[in-house]
Nanobody, 115 residues
Framework: QVQLVESGGGLVQAGGSLRLSCAVS????????MGWYRRAPGKQRELVAI???????TYADSLKGRFTISRDNAKNTVYLEMNSLKPEDTAVYYC?????????WGQGTQVTVSS
């Protein structure tokens, strides 16, 4: 059974940094596209960044330069490094794993940025 477990969320002041992790069980991690998405209060879920199995990353235009996605295929883990955080980054952050015929979501981790 595939499980995605996020961690690393919390409360941080504006300008601070956080590193989210998503640990994945199962053997299909290395061939999967991994992504981070977020849902802010009162808004729809939106893409933050995705990374392919070979490490090619794509970011939401508004987040380029502040957020970095990376993965460690040996640890079945994907990371999201978030710097220069702003109050508008406050959201539940979700990890997603996808392939040709599958799609899995984590349960989400709350990130709150205080002004």
């Amino acid at each position: 059974q595939v499980q995605l477990v996020e961690s690393g969320g919390g409360l941080v002041q504006a300008g601070g940094s956080l590193r989210l992790s998503c640990a994945v069980s199962g053997s299909i991690f290395s061939i999967s596209v991994m992504g981070w998405y977020r849902r802010a209060p009162g808004k729809q879920r939106e893409l933050v960044a995705i990374i392919t199995g070979d490490g090619s990353a794509t970011y939401a235009d508004s987040l380029k330069g502040r957020f970095t996605i990376s993965r460690d295929n040996a640890k079945n883990t994907v990371y999201l490094e978030m710097n220069s955080l702003k109050p508008e980054d406050t959201a539940v952050y979700y990890c997603r794993m996808s392939g040709l015929r599958y799609l899995y979501w984590g349960q989400g981790t709350q990130v709150t940025v205080s002004s």
